[in-house]
């Protein structure tokens, strides 16, 4: 139902505030009897998010909530929202989860479910519950289905497994249509590479993050067309199992998802490498910008301050992402003003992962550098990291310039006095490893306490020369963190605390905000019965 469809992508669901979405029904609605079908999924809510791969991190009772707005022929109005006439029964749907992906037994299948005059004798009657946050309109593009991308190759791999290819690694699913008896079952597994002999290779290592889908044939001698509803993966490569007769090409098609923005930018060159880098980086952007800027769109799909922090100038450029990122700041300041000002190194901060305003603990420097249980430890512990949390500083400045919009800036100037106080306390707080058993006359002292270089922070991440001829991968990543966050962390603590501006409305021309930046209004807006939404201006 309109550009928000459920088949779209997933909601995220917010700590602090819950979306809703307007749609125009009009055309839906018929003289006489009517009735209103929603499907529930786990999605962001109850199902396996971020790196640890929990569930019911936010909760385990699937709820739903509307608000339809009917003008009549007579000129009166109708308003109808939930009540106790509701009833709900299981689907076709066995389970449906983000990271485990989806099964589907199409045998179970309820013809005319939603349709006036159903009968629903023996479902379930639903209850009403409380929303205990406050309901606000969408801002944002919607996650939709983008692009579609044809089958590259079908392959028998050295191992005789059917890998499909279709030649670009993104994030969606793949649609098929399938004719065979009733109770075949087709296995989709989904990975982003194969190995070096062409074997399929399940790259994605982690707890229950299988991105598997599953469908069971009703017996259609039509065929049968199914694609995931409440589900996406990162992948290229597709194995398929249990397909009944012969695969061919025109029997599958991938279909990408990501929120729907405007491309902004684009090089061409005489270079086809540098050419080529520049489309490999906006197929990332559309893989990671899927309702909230994450590091990848396969494994963790968790919303890392520091990587948005340093892409953001290059996402700016490439597309409009003013109020995908105006939308995700708001979650950004809510999460920072349960931390007394500390930014999280991940945003929304999964629950199962949330140290609330713990005090990130004092560096792990002195300790054996070989010992993977107190590295490991030391690593689980950092939060308000230095270039992460800088987030609050540095992009919103970053957008102000890319967009010319003082109120990136105003939205966030009181957060980023507070990141800067919080640094300025936690620099006060704790000393490098290095000097803490040392004596230190007071002088010595009072200086070296306006450096925030006192807790473990990510150093200089990843960097490769640290990564080189590794013997144990972990140890090797945590190189960087040991070795460079006493410098990293004052380096970004200049940054922002030279980056925490006072903005006035008339030190710049404010252009007008791109698109969908406000959210739809149409007749009505839907809410729970309890909350009564503001409009979205």
């Not at 917010?14 to 009897?33: F, I, M, Q």
């Not at 089958?151 to 690694?169: K, L, N, S, Y």
């Not at 906006?282 to 990848?296: E, G, I, K, M, Y």
Request: net charge negative; charged share 20%; proline share 8%.
């Amino acid at each position: 139902m309109g550009p928000h469809r459920a088949r779209a992508g997933p909601v995220l669901h917010r700590r602090h505030a819950l979306p809703s979405v307007t749609h125009d029904v009009t055309d839906l609605l018929r003289e006489g009897d009517n009735a209103l079908g929603i499907v529930l999924a786990d999605g962001w809510w109850a199902g396996r998010i971020s790196i640890l791969g929990r569930s019911a991190q936010y909760g385990d009772l699937l709820r739903a909530s509307w608000r339809l707005e009917v003008d009549l022929a007579d000129g009166t109005s109708e308003v109808i929202v939930p009540d106790e006439s509701v009833v709900s029964d299981r689907g076709p749907i066995d389970y449906s989860d983000l990271f485990i992906g989806e099964r589907h037994d199409a045998r179970r299948a309820v013809p005319g479910w939603s349709s006036p005059g159903f009968d629903a004798g023996g479902w379930q009657p639903g209850r009403l519950v409380d929303v205990e946050i406050p309901v606000v309109p969408h801002v944002g593009e919607p996650v939709r289905p983008l692009l579609e991308l044809p089958v590259h190759e079908i392959r028998q791999t050295p191992a005789g497994e059917t890998v499909v290819d279709f030649g670009q690694v993104i994030a969606g699913r793949v649609r098929l249509t399938a004719r065979g008896p009733a109770g075949t079952t087709i296995r989709l597994e989904h990975a982003e590479v194969v190995d070096g002999a062409g074997n399929f290779l399940r790259n994605i290592i982690g707890v229950d993050k299988d991105q598997v889908d599953e469908f069971v044939l009703a017996g259609d001698e039509a065929g049968e067309t199914w694609e995931p509803e409440f589900t996406f993966h990162g992948f290229r490569y597709v194995k398929v199992i249990g397909w009944p007769g012969e695969l061919l090409s025109e029997d599958l098609t991938a279909v990408v998802l990501g929120s729907d923005l405007e491309q902004t930018g684009d090089l061409t060159c005489s270079d086809p490498r540098l050419n080529q880098l520049v489309q490999n980086t906006r197929w990332s952007q559309r893989a990671n910008f899927l309702a909230v800027p994450t590091d990848c769109p396969q494994c963790e799909r968790a919303g890392w301050t520091g990587d948005l922090q340093i892409f953001t100038p290059t996402a700016a450029t490439l597309m409009g992402v003013a109020a995908f990122l105006r939308r995700w700041f708001a979650d950004v300041r809510a999460e920072q003003a349960a931390r007394d000002g500390m930014v999280p190194i991940i945003v929304p901060m999964p629950p199962a992962m949330d140290l609330g305003a713990t005090p990130p603990s004092p560096s792990s420097v002195g300790a054996d550098p070989h010992d993977i249980v107190a590295l490991s430890a030391g690593l689980s512990a950092i939060d308000g990291a230095a270039g992460w949390g800088d987030v609050i500083t540095m992009t919103p400045w970053e957008l102000y310039r890319r967009y010319g919009d003082v109120s990136f800036l105003q939205d966030n100037v009181a957060a980023m006095r507070s990141w800067v106080d919080w640094q300025t306390r936690e620099a006060a707080r704790l000393l490098t490893g290095r000097l803490r058993d040392t004596d230190l006359d007071a002088e010595a002292r009072a200086r070296h306490a306006v450096l925030w270089n006192g807790a473990l922070n990510f150093g200089d991440w990843l960097a490769p020369s640290t990564l080189a001829d590794a013997e144990h991968e972990f140890l090797a990543m945590m190189t960087a963190p040991l070795t460079t966050h006493e410098i990293v962390g004052p380096c970004f603590q200049a940054r922002s605390s030279t980056s925490s501006p006072t903005p006035k409305r008339s030190s710049a021309t404010v252009r007008p905000r791109p698109r969908y930046d406000s959210a739809p209004r149409p007749s009505g807006t839907p809410s729970a019965p309890s909350t009564s939404p503001s409009r979205g201006d």
